[in-house]
Nanobody, 128 residues
Framework: QVQLVESGGGLVQPGGSLRLSCAAD????????IAWFRQAPGKKREGVSC????????YYADSVKGRFTISRNNANNTVDLQMNSLKPEDTAVYYC?????????????????????WGQGTHVTVSS
C-alpha cells in the first residue's frame, strides 16, 4: 500500500517562504506522478502543482505560478514544493497525492479525481 507523508508546514509571515516535502515508504517517488493540492478553511480542495518524470510534465495553478516550484529530490526520495512570496490566501492544509500505479495524470493542473493515494496533510499559515 502506498503511504505518503507531508512535512514542512508552519507559520510564516506574508512574503516569506516555506518548503514542503512529500515522502513515501517502500515506494520510489521518482517513478510516478506526484501532485500537491491544498484546502483552505471553508473552501474546496484545489490542485496546486504536479510533476511527471517520464516526459517532464510540470503544471501549476495560476494562483501560484511564478511563486511555487515543484521538484524531485531523488537522494531523499521526496517531492518538494518550494513556496516563495507567500500570501495570506495561501493559508491551507497542503496534501500530496499520487496516481500510482497509473502514471497518466499531470496533463494539466491536477484534479482530485485523478489521484488515488493521499497524505494526511500539513498546515501552512501565512499571517503577520
Amino acid at each position: 500500500q502506498v503511504q505518503l507523508v507531508e512535512s514542512g508546514g508552519g507559520l510564516v509571515q506574508p512574503g516569506g517562504s516555506l518548503r514542503l516535502s512529500c515522502a513515501a515508504d517502500r515506494f520510489t517517488l521518482d517513478n510516478y506522478v506526484i501532485a500537491w493540492f491544498r484546502q483552505a478553511p471553508g473552501k474546496k480542495r484545489e490542485g496546486v502543482s504536479c510533476i511527471r518524470s517520464r516526459d517532464g510534465n510540470i503544471y501549476y495553478a495560476d494562483s501560484v505560478k511564478g511563486r511555487f516550484t515543484i521538484s524531485r529530490n531523488n537522494a531523499n526520495n521526496t517531492v518538494d514544493l518550494q513556496m516563495n512570496s507567500l500570501k495570506p490566501e495561501d493559508t491551507a492544509v497542503y496534501y500530496c497525492a499520487t496516481d500510482w500505479p497509473g502514471g497518466s495524470a499531470c496533463r494539466g493542473v491536477p484534479r482530485q479525481t485523478e489521484y488515488d493515494y493521499w497524505g494526511q496533510g500539513t498546515h501552512v499559515t501565512v499571517s503577520s
